[in-house]
């Protein structure tokens, strides 16, 4: 299968005037079309910069991608002048946050802000915009979306707004859709209709979509595939029911068995010991070294190479060498 | 203009009354507070007093009724426009207002659409690359103007320009020595209107960089900027439509308290150029100890601030739908 | 004592990154210098007049000398003394009575805080220079009227700083705690609460002795400041009846002024930085 996005070997780094924070180190990942690939891992690891390093989003003071390849159906992102990059933002590549509140503009209506994006990239389909922003809307199942395309984002709900989001990010029908969290603010009922609405979506539309969560639920609810993240790396990665059957990497273990205690009324809550680690000063070696339960001494002086341990499963751990 | 705002619109002006009263009250406590005769101060001590007049005027006043009833009937006469006759113009004081206000606001409204227009701008392309050197260079430069008296760069403005390069007149509205009409009067009402404007658009301009400059720099750091790059919108769009429009928002409020400040300064900067506004009335009242004058014109200045702040809210309601609805 | 040594070095090591809130800094404080040597480095009283009027700078008269062959040069430096000091005095005052009304109107709210939070807002309508304008010329110009005015004048918007912290420092625990130990509420108000309130007020000060420094020679230049003193409005106000008679009567005392308040503004700046840090990138 052809592969639409192909990121190999990323290093995004932030220079602040007193330390270097290696956000994303060295890592590499794909997503093929027509799948739903999960990144998943706790707050801080970098799968927020991971996924804004594709479309070069990330803030220039102080970020900086330093190296790797970004192919984006075959075409190197990387190299392109930023007015090309414009054109795929939005359009090829489109993206969906977290918190619809802080992420629409306040004082534009949302009728106003879909359109323009359309006009952005389609500026001669003037005549017919107003009927597109409906139909966005529609497609995202928002009630009465005449009325809703005249409302400002505050008159809004919070399933309401991450829909009208979501209609941005698809209005221009994108090849890849790259979602941070976008389930996060919202109680469970309405995470639950979203979840339900990005599988009709990749349906329908048979685009891809990138998940960045840390939650494992929503990431077995609709991922094809998923990544593991720890502290800058990728550390496992496979196909959702080989990672949730035999979970390889103890970290990927230890968030399972965290998660499934929460779901089952466990007495005590499992957790990972330890702390996140900082991105400033990683741990030298295997960075999850300091909470592993299994560790030995090769783990904390060199990084691991990747094994595979199924078809479609990768793990990088000393355990598996 | 949707509905609500015309209901905003109502209850800030509403809200403005109560306000209006309390500048009369503070205005009659004090003619009454200060020491010595407040009939001598009514006339004003510039002029001689005969008893006749004494006493027409103290009868006038109704000193010997209560004080609350004083009170109202001041009320009274300065809603329906009346605020009081200097004797040291021989004119209704409404009047005297009357024949300056137009000045006054001719120069303010100059300089501060100038320098609002242009300090705006300047604030935006300063945000662009804060803490570079020509960003601080620029900052320092701005503090540096927003710092100086008024009435001084007007001084030294006549001293450069009027006085040592003889470009531009000092004084006044129109030059004294000739009459001229049409197209060459209103060429000799902006040379000279030059020079007060710059005094005014000098701190003006100052003071919108720097605040447009900080607003631009919060509102840049916000989420839906990212959204609006991510969406692939021209630098451009994202700068203007999504960031200066929100960051506008204390700006609108700062220009309306610019404004009352300027206004205060007319009375500085009119006296410096011998500009026939407000300002200039102020200071030859308060010079001839004229104090019916001096009092009418606290109650114009603060009326006018009151507008103006209710200019600034609904100004702040149409850019900002959410205040209207709360 | 110690922490709080600690805290000011902690606090000037940030400060001091700024370079311009430095220079601010040194600004001001040179000017404090000279007002307060000023009887030693102009020992002549600056009402003197003298023979040679409009002369212009040199050796004799460092500054000129105006209509009255009075030395501008002692002008500047006796005009220092008062000018900072009415500064500072209603600066003082001002902050005074807005942290009192602050703290009253955040810490109790409801009707008290309608009630001066409406007076607050009427006062902030009309003008301070009118305003003090209005009440010294009906009051007789004195020193202590003038710094008075200005102080009562200008407390607004220490107010509203105090209150905004009051409201919500009020809702934190260490005042629950207090509480139920049985603190009454006046010793919470200026036990506890304050002390974390003072902060974001000080910054305001720097820039209220900056208002109240141009208000006075504001004033002043009307001729509304005391006439037995020297001050920088009243050279000014000197400057505007001759001032084609020498550029030097307005250009030293002007300068001087906006040198004094283009340091107070920038130690303003500076505080406000070392008070809140942002993340400068590289």
């Given at each position: ?321 | ?139 320092t430069?701005?503090l540096v103007?927003y710092s ?62 720097r ?116 | ?19 311009a809130a430095?220079?601010g800094?040194?600004l001001v ?177 720097s820039l209220?002795v900056a208002n ?48 004094v308040v283009i340091g107070l503004n920038l130690v303003g700046d500076g ?12």
């Open positions: 299968m052809n592969k639409l996005l192909n990121v190999q070997d990323l290093k995004t780094y932030f220079y602040t005037s007193t330390s270097i924070v290696k956000a994303v180190d060295n890592i590499t990942f794909e997503v093929e079309s027509n799948e739903t690939v999960g990144l998943v891992g706790e707050s801080g690891c970098g799968k927020s910069t991971a996924a804004l390093s594709v479309p070069r989003l990330i803030a220039s003071p102080p970020g900086k991608i330093l190296q790797g390849k970004i192919a984006f159906k075959e075409r190197s992102l990387l190299d392109l002048p930023e007015r090309e990059m414009k054109k795929i933002r939005g359009k090829e590549i489109s993206m969906i946050f977290q918190d619809p509140m802080t992420f629409l503009n306040p004082v534009m209506k949302i009728g106003q802000q879909i359109q323009e994006t359309i006009l952005a990239h389609q500026p001669e389909d003037v005549k017919n915009v107003k009927t597109r922003v409906i139909e966005a809307l529609e497609m995202v199942q928002i009630p009465s979306p005449r009325n809703v395309a005249e409302m400002y984002p505050y008159e809004l709900s919070g399933g309401m707004r991450q829909r009208a989001l979501i209609a941005m990010a698809i209005s221009c029908k994108p090849d890849l859709v790259i979602a941070d969290e976008p389930t996060t603010a919202l109680d469970v009922t309405v995470q639950a209709q979203i979840l339900t609405l990005f599988e009709r979506l990749r349906d329908e539309f048979r685009s891809s979509l990138f998940l960045i969560t840390h939650d494992l639920g929503v990431v077995s609810e609709i991922c094809d595939r998923v990544y593991i993240m720890y502290a800058g790396k990728i550390v496992e990665s496979g196909d959702v029911i080989s990672i949730y059957e035999a979970p390889a990497h103890p970290y990927t273990t230890g968030l399972l068995k965290s998660a499934l205690s929460i779901d089952q009324f466990k007495k005590t809550l499992v957790t990972i010991e330890g702390t996140v680690p900082d991105l400033i000063n990683p741990p030298m070696g295997c960075r999850f070294h300091p909470r592993c339960p299994f560790v030995k001494p090769i783990c904390k002086q060199q990084e691991p190479r990747w094994t595979q341990t199924e078809p479609e499963h990768l793990v990088s751990c000393w355990l598996y060498e | 203009m949707p509905r609500e705002l015309w209901g905003y619109i109502a209850k800030r002006a509403l809200e403005a009354i109560p306000l209006f009263f309390f500048i009369i009250i503070v205005s009659f406590t004090l003619v009454h507070l200060a020491p010595g005769d407040p009939v001598v101060r009514m006339i004003g001590e510039g002029v001689s007093i005969s008893p006749e007049l004494y006493n027409k005027v103290r009868a006038e006043m109704g000193l010997d009724r209560p004080i609350y009833e004083q009170l109202l009937a001041y009320l009274q006469k300065v809603i329906q426009g009346d605020l009081g006759f200097s004797y040291f113009y021989n004119q209704p004081v409404a009047n005297l207002i009357a024949e300056r206000l137009l000045a006054t606001l001719l120069l303010m409204f100059t300089a501060m659409s100038i320098s609002s227009v242009i300090g705006i701008l300047l604030g935006v392309v300063s945000s662009q690359k804060p803490y570079s050197k020509t960003d601080n260079f620029f900052t430069l701005s103007g100086l008296p008024l009435f001084w760069t007007g001084q030294i403005f006549i001293l450069v320009f009027a006085i040592g390069l003889g470009l531009l007149p000092a004084q006044g509205f129109v030059s004294l020595r000739t009459t001229l009409f049409g197209f060459d009067y209103v060429i000799d009402v902006l040379s000279h209107l030059v020079l007060p404007a710059s005094t005014y658009a000098l701190y003006s301009l100052a003071l919108m960089t605040l447009t400059r900080a607003s631009m720099l919060e509102t840049l750091r916000k989420d839906f900027i990212l959204t609006a790059r991510s969406k692939g919108l021209a630098d451009r769009t994202v700068i203007f439509r999504h960031g200066l429009r929100n960051a506008l928002l204390p700006v609108v409020t700062i220009m309306g308290i610019n404004f009352g400040f300027m206004l205060a300064g007319s009375v500085l900067v009119e006296t410096v150029f011998s500009w026939p506004g407000l300002g200039r009335l102020l200071y030859d009242a308060i010079t001839g100890r004229d104090y019916t004058t001096v009092m009418g014109m606290l109650i114009i200045i603060s009326t006018m601030v009151i507008i103006s702040n209710l200019i600034v809210d609904i100004a702040y309601a149409y850019i900002d739908p959410r205040i209207s609805h709360r | 004592m110690e922490s709080y040594t600690k805290n000011l070095k902690q606090f000037w090591s940030l400060y001091k990154r700024n370079h430095v220079i800094l040194l404080l040179f000017y404090v210098a000279v007002a307060a040597a000023a009887p030693i480095l102009a020992p002549i009283d600056p009402f003197t007049t003298g023979p040679s009027s409009f002369a212009p700078p040199s050796d004799q008269f460092p500054m000129g000398t105006d209509d009255l062959g009075r030395d501008i040069y002692s002008g500047v430096l006796h005009g220092a003394r008062i000018s900072l000091s009415i500064g500072f005095i209603a600066a003082t005052i001002s902050y005074l009575v807005g942290v009192i009304v602050g703290a009253f109107s955040g810490y109790y709210g409801g009707k008290v805080d309608d009630i001066l939070m409406r007076i607050t807002e009427a006062f902030q309508v009309i003008p301070v220079l009118v305003l003090a304008l209005v009440i010294i010329t009906l009051f007789q110009p004195t020193l202590w009227n003038i710094a008075f005015t200005i102080g009562i004048l200008a407390w607004p918007g220490t107010a509203r700083l105090v209150r905004a912290e009051f409201l919500s420092l009020k809702q934190q625990e260490f005042v629950e705690a207090a509480r139920s130990i049985g603190y009454s509420n006046m010793k919470i108000v200026f036990q506890e609460i304050l002390p974390n309130a003072i902060p974001p007020a000080i910054v305001n000060t209220q109240a420094i141009l208000l006075e020679a504001g004033l002043g230049f009307l001729g509304l400041s005391d006439p037995n003193v020297m001050s920088w409005g009243f050279l000014l106000r000197n400057a505007q009846r001759f001032l084609r008679h020498g550029w030097w009567l307005s250009v030293f005392p002007g300068v001087s002024i906006s040198l505080l406000n930085d070392a008070l809140n840090p942002r993340l400068k990138q590289r």
